[in-house]
């Protein structure tokens, strides 16, 4: 399995929360990180936009990817989110066949990983 990072962002904190808890929970992510608001500067049709903004950083395997953006789009507001899948190359072995475990089955406990 391949470990991904998926990058998105939410509107606001309480539906970044609601995002992050819906994919841990139906074990389509491993961990998500909700961040610090931040301001994002952007061009939609045909002018500056400037809003505020969540980060959200997503650890699944490439396997998930499908279902994990068809819920990222059910549970987001606009109209064309940003939705940004990012290969993990390296990292602690450990950490890495954690986001693996965490990730293998729906609803089924994972062993303990050393």
Request: net charge negative; with cysteine; hydrophobic share 40%.
């Amino acid at each position: 399995m391949e470990p991904i990072l998926v990058i998105t962002n939410m509107p606001d904190r309480s539906a970044a929360m609601s995002l992050a808890r819906t994919l841990v929970e139906e074990r389509l992510a491993a961990c998500v990180n909700v961040l610090a608001d931040c301001t994002s500067v952007y061009r939609w049709d045909g002018k500056s936009e400037t809003t505020a903004e969540v980060p959200v950083l997503i650890k699944t395997v490439e396997q998930h990817y499908a279902r994990l953006e068809q819920v990222i789009k059910s549970l987001h507001p606009y109209e064309l989110p940003e939705i940004i899948a990012v290969p993990i190359s390296n990292g602690l072995p450990s950490y890495l066949k954690w986001i693996e475990n965490e990730t293998l089955d729906f609803g089924t406990p994972t062993p303990d990983v050393k």
